[in-house]
């Protein structure tokens, strides 16, 4: 076989050249210009074993490994070679991967992939063994871990993990929708719970799960009838009879199906359809066609009757999702014993969020006692000791703003000796050097910040956002600066590269640089070479579509190399963001939501007849997505005022009362 070496040199050949050099050829050519020449080192040695990395082949693989055995980055060659055929793998191959490379981003990586693999395959007591290996698990992870400890004989997995899947009817990965099919059998579920995922079901139109279900519980339906219904709810509800569970099955299928298509049919027959029937079905009918609203503003705008329909299906038990459409619903139309009801409904996970508790406030405030204006400004006062969204909407609920950031704390020698000692940090840096594949240098650096977030070592973060932010590689120095507990570094948060072409072209577009700034750090984190899935590029993830049409504007050829070019992103996205700011009343949170969204959707979302506080269109905007955007860039626009010394901020500059529709 090729030494290792050579086969890389043969690699660079085939690619650099259209000469074929035989083994012999070629270990003359390294013996003459020797091999050092060629400037590899072991870390360089990563791109070309991640190339051939899905082969299959474990002989080269262990070639590569003894070739990276000076390297940081030696383990990933195991790695892969683990990875290739994961799910035929014994679970002790994964244990000893993970011993010996202990608490680290790829061992995190193999085991939860391992347990995924053995769900599917119904192996359960092999994933078993490797459940204490995984301690950070995404979504998809998290049910496949909650599958192998409920067929395991952990007996409290099922209460642990019902909230998370046992009433959610939009897409979920499959280990979710399994483990929600196992719950079904568990004695921790009660009757109710069961009827509340059958209605659910019915609701969002799932058939084949609502079929499954409703055997499951002793009340048969027909798949014939639920077709039937499909194709004319309305007709169906005319004369639907209200006699037998199965019936109240098919009401509320009926008048999901109906909400879905005609949402103003829907709440025209709901009154009548809700007549004779027991109350908890009752309530369910009108949580249906007010759900079904609320979650369809996109199609149907919204709707003033919503609240009122949440509120006379209260005392029904609420999902999460339900309890926070309903608080975003009361919100928008300014209901505030609404909203308070809705946020009572919540768990108490979720009352707890900054997010439910400023809002709390908010509906407290309104009310006429000083007793519940006492407590708002109470819990106002414990939101405002952060300086994220939430509690700069507190702020200015107490008239306050600030001007400067606390001392920012500047990593020491210790800090960096430590970074230099740090296994984590030293892969992610090794990986960024040699230009590796990006999801690998970044979870890397996550996994980094992470470890260094748990042991509570704010130093070591900052130094390594420091490190990063001198390279140049401004999006990790930000993920880590963001993320200290008691130390902080507010340059290294809110940095300003580019400044002389975003002051300018802000100038020029008659924007606020630091809104500019704002938008330009949630939109690429300063990575020049960003794009989107959809095609959006550059500093300011501008499309080719809207560069086309803002080079018509400007009189300018427009090319597609403009998005790559810093000065003539920054300058196209500026303009753009002052033009649809004109279009659209003159108001940033309503441009910052164009900008996301389209200029079209925000003016839909503007109110009618009415101006409302900038908060409630913000919470009330119809996609998560977007709904967060505005979030995130009216914080970081407020931050960037105090960098760019523009005196006091707050975040009310930006977040004034929105304008009726015209």
Request: hydrophobic fraction near 35%; charge should be positive; include cysteine.
């Amino acid at each position: 076989m090729l030494p290792i070496r050579l086969h890389i040199v043969q690699q660079k050949f085939k690619r650099t050249t259209s000469l074929r050099f035989s083994v012999k050829a070629l270990i003359l050519v390294c013996s003459q210009m020797g091999i050092a020449q060629y400037g590899f080192t072991a870390d360089e040695v990563f791109n070309d074993a991640y190339r051939v990395s899905s082969g299959g082949n474990a002989a080269l693989m262990d070639q590569y490994k003894y070739n990276m055995q000076d390297s940081v980055l030696q383990y990933y060659p195991d790695y892969w070679k683990l990875n290739a055929n994961l799910e035929y793998q014994p679970a002790a191959n994964i244990i000893a991967f993970d011993r010996t490379y202990p608490n680290s981003a790829m061992a995190e990586k193999l085991s939860a992939d391992y347990i995924e693999a053995k769900v599917k395959s119904g192996d359960f007591a092999s994933a078993k063994q490797v459940l204490s290996y995984v301690s950070n698990p995404d979504q998809e992870e998290n049910c496949a871990i909650g599958q192998v400890r409920a067929n395991t004989g952990d007996s409290l997995a099922i209460a642990e993990y019902k909230d998370d899947v046992w009433l959610k009817t939009d897409t979920q990965p499959d280990s979710c929708t399994g483990l929600a099919r196992q719950m079904m059998s568990s004695p921790l579920i009660s009757q109710q719970d069961k009827e509340q995922r059958l209605f659910a079901l019915l609701r969002s139109g799932q058939t084949g799960q609502a079929f499954s279900t409703a055997a499951a519980i002793g009340m048969p339906l027909s798949l014939t009838q639920l077709n039937s219904i499909q194709a004319n709810p309305q007709a169906y509800l005319w004369n639907a009879p209200k006699s037998t569970s199965q019936d109240y099955a098919y009401l509320i299928f009926a008048l999901g199906r109906l909400a879905s298509t005609n949402l103003n049919a829907a709440i025209s027959v709901m009154d009548t359809t809700a007549q004779g029937v027991p109350d908890s079905v009752q309530k369910y009918l009108y949580r249906t066609v007010a759900y079904i609203g609320g979650t369809n503003v996109l199609k149907n705008d919204f709707n003033a009757v919503l609240p009122q329909l949440f509120d006379k299906s209260y005392g029904y038990p609420f999902s999460p999702e339900e309890a926070e459409i309903y608080a975003r619903q009361s919100i928008r139309f300014s209901q505030w014993e609404s909203l308070i009801r809705a946020i009572n409904s919540m768990s108490m996970k979720q009352q707890q969020e900054d997010r439910w508790q400023y809002w709390l406030a908010r509906a407290l405030e309104q009310r006429g006692d000083n007793s519940s204006k006492r407590t708002a400004q109470s819990m106002y006062k414990k939101l405002a000791e952060s300086d994220d969204y939430h509690g700069l909407l507190a702020r200015t609920r107490l008239k306050e703003g600030y001007s400067e950031f606390p001392k920012n704390y500047q990593p020491t020698g210790q800090d960096f000796a430590r970074l230099s000692q740090d296994i984590h940090f030293r892969r992610a840096f090794a990986l960024y050097n040699i230009s590796a594949p990006a999801n690998y240098t970044n979870r890397e650096w996550n996994w980094a910040v992470r470890q260094a977030y748990l042991k509570k070592d704010d130093g070591l973060i900052l130094a390594a956002a420091k490190r990063a932010m001198d390279m140049g590689w401004y999006d990790r120095a930000i993920y880590a600066a963001d993320r200290t507990v008691s130390k902080h570094n507010y340059e290294l948060r809110y940095p300003t590269p580019y400044k002389n072409y975003v002051v300018s072209h802000s100038q020029s577009a008659n924007i606020n640089p630091a809104w500019a700034y704002g938008l330009m750090r949630q939109e690429s984190r300063f990575n020049t070479t960003a794009r989107s899935g959809v095609g959006a590029g550059g500093l300011m993830q501008v499309m080719p579509g809207t560069a086309q049409l803002i080079a018509r504007q400007l009189g300018e050829r427009y090319s597609s190399a403009a998005l790559s070019n810093i000065n003539t992103n920054v300058r196209y996205g500026t303009y753009y963001l002052g033009m649809i700011q004109g279009q659209l009343s003159g108001h940033p949170v309503l441009a910052t939501a164009g900008y996301n969204a389209g200029p079209n959707r925000a003016k839909r979302w503007q109110p009618a007849g009415r101006q409302i506080e900038a908060d409630q269109y913000t919470e009330s905007i119809p996609i998560l997505e977007t709904r967060d955007y505005v979030k995130h860039v009216l914080t970081n626009a407020v931050h960037y005022g105090v960098v760019l010394g523009q005196g006091s901020q707050a975040i009310h500059r930006f977040m004034y009362a929105v304008p009726q529709q015209y």
